[in-house]
């Protein structure tokens, strides 16, 4: 497996940029942890690179194919987002499991079981049986993570897994991670130091870096 982000750039709705240029690969799994200040675009970078978000300019490559040689709906499975807080929904985590099974290109994936692998972080089998607003941020967090997991994608594009939840249940989270390929924002830098095979640190564009380029 390989994947490449090539001179990703993204503008502002003011027409100035979010990012510019931003460039990284990966291998089988590597953990590139992004940080840097709130504000900087770290969301919207994983969402560029799930196809959820236009993006201007760059590109990105799994196994050397684009999103549109794959299939947008194929590479939403193979390059999968896992947003920092679980949307709102109706039904139970089982129910939505279920539908998605039985969704276009997840047909013809073997999953994993996820109730498997949340048993890992301390959820009861009991809880996928619960409505989604019944649960806690930390049980939901970690419930949609396992639905991700279980879909086995090349990588996975991770905002902040482990916000809501406590320091152990975190390095229960983490030890799982580190059997994956991926994608991970974190404002922590021990969290950082443990996981990261490879880092990127976004900082805030600087039209000034455009003035001193052109002057070369
Ligand atoms: N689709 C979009 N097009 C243009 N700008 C956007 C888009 N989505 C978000 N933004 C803007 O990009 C900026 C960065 O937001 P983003 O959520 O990516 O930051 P972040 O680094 O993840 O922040 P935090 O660490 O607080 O979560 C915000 O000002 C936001 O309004």
Wanted: aromatic residues 8%; proline residues 6%.
């Amino acid at each position: 497996m390989n994947f490449r982000l090539e001179n990703l750039c993204k503008l502002k709705s003011d027409g100035t940029f979010l990012f510019r240029d931003v460039s990284f690969s990966l291998k089988e799994r590597d953990i590139l942890t992004i940080s840097g200040p709130s504000g900087v675009g770290k969301t919207t970078l994983l969402k560029c690179i799930a196809q959820l978000t236009i993006y201007e300019e760059g590109d990105v490559y799994l196994n050397e194919r684009t999103p549109e040689e794959h299939g947008i709906t194929v590479w939403r499975t193979r390059v999968m987002y896992v947003p920092q807080r679980t949307p709102i929904m109706p039904g139970t985590p089982m129910e939505f499991y279920n539908k998605m099974l039985n969704f276009g290109a997840q047909r013809t994936i073997y999953h994993v079981d996820p109730i498997e692998i949340s048993q890992k972080w301390d959820i009861k089998e009991e809880l996928w049986n619960k409505e989604w607003t019944q649960l806690s941020g930390g049980e939901s967090q970690r419930i949609s993570l396992a639905i991700a997991l279980s879909c086995k994608p090349n990588v996975l594009l991770l905002d902040e897994p482990t916000s809501a939840l406590d320091p152990t249940t975190c390095l229960l989270v983490e030890k799982t991670l580190k059997e994956y390929t991926c994608i991970l924002v974190t404002h922590s830098p021990e969290q950082e130091s443990r996981l990261a095979t490879n880092t990127y640190k976004l900082n805030p564009y600087n039209p000034n870096q455009d003035v001193l380029l052109s002057l070369d």
